[in-house]
């Protein structure tokens, strides 16, 4: 189970439990390379993509948690399952970018990597699924095109919510297209306490900002740029991410430089 380091993981052999008896997540033992974890990741992924969008069953709500997740930790969690809970979400799913636009001049972790890691982060929720939609389109990844791409495989009923933090809400005048956006899906800002929500209606204005749902996170003051820079440095991360990417990123010596 991802709640158990990867050690214990691999060693056992394997195993997260796939959805609705899919097959779960075999990873190989001892866990060599990245190039023998993406092979059964990414096939996991998609069957769980698969029962959680094509099941057969029409999915009413499903959210969409955006973001570079480099590394994914326990504030994006909360997140996910706060959206899940507030909105009546039948599946989160965790959209990890390629190439954030607004992220062009930074230096950021191999898609793979940071995929792999939103796996094991993941794993074990049942309502939690990951996606490689951003990761497999090349060029920049707009959300615009993610939340189209989504619609294109969904009913036509099923309500799309984009889930990111107010942080990244208050600069949606610069991504691609953002009317069509917030036409098209409920883009939520997760904005923990003493964000000034005031600030969306500023950057906004009062018609965008009153189709932005907005919801309160606890206060977690965790961030991947805190994660990346307590591992430059040697300190530890365990607590402020699962165990299992907790041990990733010492196994595979992510961040240390
Ligand atoms: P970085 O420090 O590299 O900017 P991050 O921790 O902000 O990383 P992102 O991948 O940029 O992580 O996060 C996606 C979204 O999740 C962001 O809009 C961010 O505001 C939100 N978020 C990140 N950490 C938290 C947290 N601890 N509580 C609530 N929201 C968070
Ligand atoms: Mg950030």
């Known amino acids: 189970m991802a709640s158990k380091a990867l050690e214990a993981v691999s060693s056992e052999g394997a195993v997260f439990p796939g959805l609705d008896g899919t097959p779960g997540l075999i990873l190989p033992c001892p866990l060599a390379s990245i190039d023998a974890l993406l092979g059964p990741m990414i096939q996991f992924c998609r069957l ?29 969690l909360v997140v996910a399952e706060e959206a899940r809970e507030r909105f009546r979400l039948e599946r989160v799913v965790f959209v990890p970018n390629r190439q954030p636009p607004h992220k062009a001049d930074c230096r950021i972790t191999s898609p793979e990597h940071r995929f792999i890691m939103c796996v094991l982060a993941t794993a074990d929720n049942p309502c939690f699924a990951v996606s490689r939609e951003e990761i497999d389109r090349e060029g920049p990844s707009y959300t615009i095109d993610t939340v189209r791409a989504f619609r294109a495989q969904l009913e036509p009923k099923t309500e799309l919510y984009f889930i990111t933090g107010a942080d990244a809400v208050l600069e949606i005048l610069t991504w691609r297209d953002p009317d069509a956006l917030l036409e098209e899906c409920h883009v939520v800002a997760a904005y923990r306490p003493g964000f000034d929500l005031g600030m969306l209606e500023q950057a906004l204005g009062e018609e965008k900002a009153r189709k932005v749902q907005s919801l309160p996170i606890p206060a977690l003051d965790i961030s991947s740029t805190d994660l990346r820079t307590r591992v430059r440095s040697g300190r530890s991360v365990r607590y402020l991410t699962s165990p299992a990417v907790e041990s990733y990123i010492r196994k595979m010596g992510i961040y240390r430089d």
């Not at 959680?52 to 570079?68: E, F, K, P």
């Open 48 to 76: 769980n993509m698969d029962v959680a969008l094509n099941s057969g069953q029409v999915w009413r709500r499903i959210g969409l948690m955006g973001g570079t997740f480099d590394p994914i930790h326990q504030g994006h």
